[in-house]
């Protein structure tokens, strides 16, 4: 679905000529981008421009708001990397629904840069063992039948892939990911998701045994048991435990400190 001319052109003219001087020339076109995000920011907020609704065609935005096409396509470009459209290319701009994933996915760099500073993957890894010590706590008290047989077929995946390391990592994840979804919160699948797409690229330059295998199997298995036995104490300790020996094994693949 898309809106008609008068829904767009109700909204004033970006900016007038540009000055000659070529440094002004170039703020003026970063003011004129950022006056033109803001312009439809505000209209998808407002359910102006509504979820799968296309930005009108790039011509006509240019005629609208009397700016250039690279006014146009930077506006957009901000858009996009705010997760408020989702852009291709030869196809028209796509107002996106607002996520957790959408907004975890548009601070994905600024994650990249921050994990490459000092202590940066340590203090993530922190914030994850924090908040998975919560989920099992929560999980050993209030986890219904459904996500006990959830965590226990995850746990049984995970055993059959202790020979194949591949599958091993996969199935490693999704037991993980099993804890962070039986709070029924999407903000915390979300998170989970992140963490995994952050800290993936270190995951598998980790080198990986069968015998390291078998041990975090036994680790999965112990905070299941704990969980199971509606025992949130022991079931923290088990993933604590658990995620400690994970982090030695990070700082010895990486020599972090």
Do not use: C
């Amino acid at each position: 679905m898309t809106h008609n001319h008068d829904d767009i052109s109700s909204h004033s003219p970006i900016s007038g000529p540009e000055p000659a001087d070529s440094s002004k020339r170039v703020v003026s076109s970063k003011r004129a981008a950022d006056d033109l995000f803001r312009n439809f920011e505000e209209m998808i907020i407002t359910g102006v421009l509504k979820d799968g609704d296309a930005l009108p065609p790039e011509r006509e935005i240019v005629e609208t708001y009397k700016v250039s096409r690279t006014v146009v396509r930077e506006a957009i470009l901000a858009l996009s990397n705010k997760g408020l459209v989702e852009a291709r290319p030869r196809f028209r701009p796509v107002v996106r629904k607002p996520s957790f994933d959408v907004a975890l996915s548009t601070i994905e760099s600024v994650v990249g840069r921050f994990l490459k500073q000092p202590q940066g993957i340590k203090h993530l890894f922190d914030t994850r063992i924090m908040i998975e010590a919560s989920l099992v706590r929560d999980a050993a008290t209030h986890a219904k039948a459904s996500d006990l047989k959830a965590l226990k077929d995850a746990l049984e995946a995970n055993y059959n892939a202790i020979n194949d390391n591949q599958h091993f990592y996969e199935t490693d994840t999704q037991f993980h990911e099993v804890l962070f979804n039986i709070a029924q919160n999407p903000l915390l699948s979300s998170i989970y998701k992140a963490y995994k797409l952050w800290l993936s690229p270190y995951w598998s330059k980790m080198q990986e045994v069968k015998d390291r295998n078998l041990l975090n199997y036994n680790a999965h298995k112990a905070i299941y048991e704990a969980i199971l036995m509606r025992d949130p104490d022991e079931a923290e300790k088990a993933l604590r435990a658990h995620l400690d020996d994970a982090w030695n094994q990070v700082k010895k693949t990486f020599n972090l400190s």
